[in-house]
């Protein structure tokens, strides 16, 4: 692991590769290994890039205020590709990775030269009574995350069916960073990209696992901002699709990277 100093602030991450840049972004209260099979595959052909953002894995506490937590977030990523004399890079969040992706497209759009979104929303906007029971459920759950191991027995439970997400899940939560979590889950329950995605005309590659319809929903209503944009959901995969059909999800990727000329 490499580190982006910036005064006070240190944001671990992993360089790894050559030739291209791509940058993996990790879900709400991972961390880069996340992304080991990506990391073992892309790093062959690309140079990949996969940092801790700011309050999780190695890298630096975050603090509020909420509504500045993914312009910080951003702040720092770009910070890296400074340093590393990154012009643009291909950009592939999964859940929380995708919102981050979003905004940071939304703030630096001359550095993406493409998005990969996978298991993710462009907002929460409430536009149905399941989507408002949702996210009322969110905020329910929020103080059950100062308690993370309380909920070991129910990711055992939701992720059986997918041997190595359930590995990598039961690990995330024996380390979560709880306090920091929750300003995240905040911040993102308060983003609004969605008006503006139509501004993006970069190539753009949407995915989702086919496991939890109200995603789907969300998903087809940020793809919908495109007019290039196309979702691909993914047989029998869960939140997150790199490990629940990683090798599904490395070919999507690799199409992707390959139609664009990356």
């Not at 979003?102 to 149905?128: C, N």
């Not at 970069?202 to 496991?211: E, F, I, Q, T």
């Amino acid at each position: 692991m490499q580190v982006y100093q910036h005064n006070e602030t240190a944001i671990h991450y992993l360089d790894q590769g050559s030739s291209s840049p791509l940058f993996f972004i990790h879900g709400l209260g991972a961390d880069h290994a996340m992304f080991e099979p990506q990391i073992a595959e892309f790093s062959k052909d690309y140079r990949v890039i996969v940092p801790d953002l700011r309050g999780n894995g190695l890298s630096s506490q975050l603090t509020g205020p909420v509504d500045t937590v993914l312009d910080r977030q951003c702040q720092d990523v770009l910070g890296i590709m400074d340093e590393l004399q990154i012009e643009k890079a291909v950009f592939s969040g999964v859940s929380y990775g995708g919102v981050f992706n979003f905004h940071f497209v939304l703030m630096y759009p001359e550095r993406v030269a493409g998005l990969i979104i996978t298991d993710s929303f462009s907002d929460t906007k409430v536009q149905s009574i399941q989507e408002f029971l949702n996210l009322v459920a969110t905020y329910l759950a929020l103080p059950m995350l100062y308690f993370p191991k309380l909920l070991l027995p129910s990711i055992k439970q939701s992720y059986q069916r997918w041997p190595l997400a359930q590995e990598y899940m039961l690990q995330a939560f024996e380390n979560l960073r709880s306090r920091e979590v929750i300003l995240q889950r905040l911040a993102i329950n308060k983003a609004n990209h969605t008006p503006k995605l139509h501004n993006y005309k970069s190539p753009l590659l949407g995915m989702v696992g086919d496991n939890v319809p109200l995603l789907i929903q969300y998903m087809t209503r940020a793809m919908d901002q495109f007019e290039h944009g196309e979702l691909t959901i993914i047989e029998n995969s869960f939140d997150p699709s790199n490990l629940c059909a990683t090798k599904k999800y490395n070919s999507l990727v690799r199409d992707f990277l390959v139609k664009i000329g990356w």
